[in-house]
């Protein structure tokens, strides 16, 4: 499982995240859900519109997005979880459970500094799972 931000960084700002995107999408199996669905096409538009990509990085990054999904395996999660500080991640950690995904890639830290959840998980940085 790829989190959102990672995707982002990947696909408009390459380094390190366009390398762990790259070794996922030959390694592993890639799980989506509806809601990120929803939340990959949004987020391209909401940086555009804030002028945090330009419209060259928006186009790599829409492509990019839309080659990941092509590849993945869209599942329908079933539980709502409240594992994360921050509300939004929740529905990443409900992928995960549905895919019974054994990795996150993710740099966002309310899902980075989570301990323990109800089902086993790895989630580690970019240059981690890399490392890995």
């Known amino acids: 499982m790829i989190d959102t931000g990672v995707l982002v960084s990947a696909f408009a700002f390459g380094g390190v995240p366009a390398r762990a995107v790259k070794k996922a999408f030959v390694e592993a199996v890639l799980y989506v859900s509806p809601e990120l669905l929803h939340e990959y096409r949004d987020v391209p538009h909401e940086l555009l519109d804030a002028g945090k990509i330009n419209a060259g990085q928006f186009e790599i ?20 979880l409240k594992a994360s500080r921050d509300p939004e991640d ?8 549905a895919a019974h995904a054994e990795c996150l890639i993710s740099g966002d830290k309310d899902l980075l ?17 890399l490392a890995s």
């Open 61 to 80: 990054l829409i492509a990019g997005i839309a080659t990941v999904v092509s590849a993945a395996t869209v599942v329908i999660p079933r539980k709502k």
């Open 113 to 129: 500094t989570i301990e323990t959840l109800s089902f086993p998980l790895a989630i580690m940085t970019p240059a981690d799972f």
């Open 90 to 97: 929740n529905m990443v950690l409900e992928c995960c459970l």
